[in-house]
T-cell receptor
Framework: SQTIHQWPATLVQPVGSPLSLECTVE??????LYWYRQAAGRGLQLLFY??????ISSEVPQNLSASRPQDRQFILSSKKLLLSDSGFYLC????????????FGPGTRLTVL | GQQLNQSPQSMFIQEGEDVSMNCTSS?????WLWYKQEPGEGPVLLIA?????ELTSNGRLTAQFGITRKDSFLNISASIPSDVGIYFC???????????FGAGTQVVVTP
């Protein structure tokens, strides 16, 4: 079965600093991968999705970017963090027909001060 | 854009009671998913529904895909303390796997 790893688990960063969050998956090949953000424990918002290496689609305009340098690696980045970037970031893996089963990683709690 | 309305926002119930929550949308979905999230963790997939009218169970959980494809409900029977958490519905919007989430229902179970 598939496994999703996210690193780090928690992060506290000052405003204006860069960001790099990593998601890696095991147990599957050529998956669709997704980054979601969750604010205040409710409401997941899709930020990016990727259907393959180097292929990134952005869902909302924002201060963040994503990259997929390897099939099973998905990275969320920012050059300069804003206070509003605080939240719980979740990586997800899509499987099945039309990727209609999605499984989430353990998440990264980001606090921007 | 599409919006999912999930209700109730929260529920405080006694152990042994049944729980019911639902999601409605102004648009049609091809798939409904129900997740449970505990504090500090990622959501865990509970039930996936793929056809209008489909009724699926997973232990004490039962979910249905509405006939109009615009709604879904989740029931939890005979609740226990470990049912505590936030339950989310999600609808699949397209063939790329993009999910639209409800705002969640927080369930609190008291002994």
């Amino acid at each position: 079965s598939q496994t999703i790893h996210q690193w780090p688990a928690t992060l506290v960063q000052p405003v204006g600093s860069p960001l790099s969050l990593e998601c890696t998956v095991e147990g599957t090949s050529n998956p669709n991968l997704y980054w979601y953000r969750q604010a205040a424990g409710r409401g997941l918002q899709l930020l990016f999705y990727s259907v393959g290496i180097g292929q990134i689609s952005s869902e909302v305009p924002q201060n963040l970017s994503a990259s997929r340098p390897q099939d099973r690696q998905f990275i969320l980045s920012s050059k300069k963090l804003l206070l509003s970037d605080s939240g719980f970031y979740l990586c997800a893996l899509g499987l099945g027909s039309s990727y209609n089963e999605q499984f989430f990683g353990p998440g990264t709690r980001l606090t921007v001060l | 854009g599409q919006q999912l309305n999930q209700s109730p926002q929260s529920m405080f119930i006694q152990e042994g009671e049944d729980v019911s929550m639902n999601c409605t949308s102004s648009s049609i979905f091809n798939t409904w998913l129900w997740y449970k999230q505990e504090p500090g963790e990622g959501p865990v997939l509970l039930i996936a529904l793929y056809k209008a009218g489909e009724l699926t169970s997973n232990g004490r959980l039962t979910a249905q895909f509405g006939i109009t494809r615009k709604d879904s409900f989740l029931n939890i029977s005979a609740s226990i303390p470990s049912d505590v958490g936030i339950y989310f519905c999600a609808g699949l919007t397209d063939s790329w796997g993009k999910l639209q989430f409800g705002a969640g229902t927080q369930v609190v179970v008291t002994p």
